[in-house]
């Protein structure tokens, strides 16, 4: 099951927010839930999940995004100083100043080309209304 909680946002407008109401999952949780599922032991998974980060940003790196078969797709977004530069000429590497990672879920799309699925998102997800929480969403 999900939370949510009511909230007022700048449009003036009442809108569901997700919430997390316990501490985020551990990569020693994947890794056992990885493990019940499959043929490899805990640790065999989690040796693989360490790594995965590096590898992920060693690939973006050649310029290269990274699509993981029922995850979705990592690529890289950069953001230049300023307000950009009149011509390209002027463009140099060393105004980029911020690099991001940025994330799109597998998804699917059906008839007449609309989304259908989210491998991310479980078919069978509840939202359950939470009062008030001091809980942060990230």
């Known amino acids: 099951m999900a ?9 003036g407008k009442w809108h569901a927010v997700a919430v997390n109401l316990q501490k985020p999952a551990t990569i020693d949780d994947v890794a ?24 992920l940003g060693e690939l973006m790196a050649t310029g290269r995004s990274v699509k993981l078969k029922g995850v979705g797709t990592f690529y890289l977004k950069c953001q230049t ?3 950009g530069t009149d011509t390209p000429e002027e463009l140099t590497a ?11 879920p597998e998804y ?11 491998t991310m998102i479980s078919d069978d997800l509840e939202w359950i209304e939470v ?3 001091d809980e942060p969403n990230p």
């Open 3 to 11: 939370f949510f909680k009511k909230k007022k946002l700048s449009d």
């Open 32 to 55: 056992d839930i990885l493990a019940r599922r499959s043929t490899v032991s805990p640790g065999d998974v989690y040796a693989v999940l360490v790594q995965l980060g590096g590898v």
């Open 81 to 83: 100083k300023k307000k």
């Open 94 to 104: 060393d105004m980029i100043q911020e690099v991001r990672v940025r994330f799109i």
């Open 108 to 118: 699917r799309r059906g008839i007449r080309n609309k989304v259908t699925e989210r």
């Open 131 to 133: 009062k008030d929480t």
